[in-house]
């Protein structure tokens, strides 16, 4: 069974920043494309990073320039750092993996507020 979990969420003050983990169980993810997406209350899944098999990232617009997805092959895990959070960063992030079709994890809650 695959699996990735996400871990790091939690409550920071605006300006603050969080770094989130995603790993995978079950499979390596170094042979798949990894994504960062998010849902904040009342809004649509949206994408905020991905990164490819040969390390190429792309980025939302919205956290372009303040988020960096990267991965360490050798620990199975991909990382989303947040840096310079504002409240509307505030959902419920989710990774997710090519694998196999598409899984995704439970979700980490991000909470950016004063």
């Known amino acids: 069974q695959v699996h990735v979990v996400e871990s790091g969420g939690g409550l920071v003050q605006p300006g603050g920043f969080l770094r989130l983990s995603c790993t995978a169980s079950?499979?390596?993810?170094?042979?798949?494309?990894m994504r960062w997406y998010r849902q904040a209350p009342g809004k649509e899944r949206e994408l905020v990073a991905g990164i490819s098999v040969s390390g190429n990232t792309n980025y939302a617009g919205a956290v372009k320039g303040r988020f960096t997805i990267s991965r360490d092959n050798a620990k199975n895990t991909v990382y989303l750092q947040m840096n310079s959070l504002k409240p509307e960063d505030t959902a419920v992030y989710y990774c997710?993996?090519?694998?196999?079709?598409?899984?995704w994890g439970q979700g980490t809650q991000v909470t950016v507020s004063s």
């Open positions: 079950g499979f390596s993810s170094t042979g798949y494309a």
């Open positions: 997710y993996t090519t694998f196999r079709g598409g899984s």
